[in-house]
């Protein structure tokens, strides 16, 4: 019922920026938050940011100052504005939504993930 779509993952340079979107469709009875994270080879999936329906926001020590995770409910939607891309960026990136459903089970979504590459 829950569906989320990442888009805006690609190429770029060091120093660089991109701004990734995440749309869901479907909702959850409760969304607790929407949030980012990424995985590189050999590493585990690591936050990179997450805001809460209360509009708290938390980031990963890496990317603060440099990436800012907004809503947007008009659109449905949450991005995450990634400035000064540096090579170690370079990741899959995963769109989270976790929340209760009707019967206040906790539920967790995840997105495809799209590839971001910071070139040197």
């Known amino acids: 019922q829950v569906q989320l779509v990442e888009s805006g993952g690609g190429l770029v340079q060091a120093g660089g920026s991109l701004r990734l979107s995440c749309a869901a469709s479907g909702m959850l009875f409760s969304i607790s938050a929407m949030g980012w994270y990424r995985q590189s080879p050999g590493k585990q999936r690591d936050l990179v940011a997450r805001i809460s329906s209360g509009g708290t926001t938390n980031y990963g020590d890496s990317v603060k100052g440099r990436f800012t995770i907004s809503r947007d409910y008009a659109k449905n939607t949450v991005s995450l504005q990634m400035n000064s891309l540096r090579p170690e960026d370079t990741a899959v990136y995963y769109c989270?939504?976790?929340?209760?459903?009707?019967?206040?089970?906790?539920?967790?979504?995840w997105g495809q993930g799209t590839q971001v590459t910071v070139s040197a």
């Open positions: 989270n939504m976790n929340g209760r459903d009707s019967d206040y089970v906790r539920k967790d979504y």
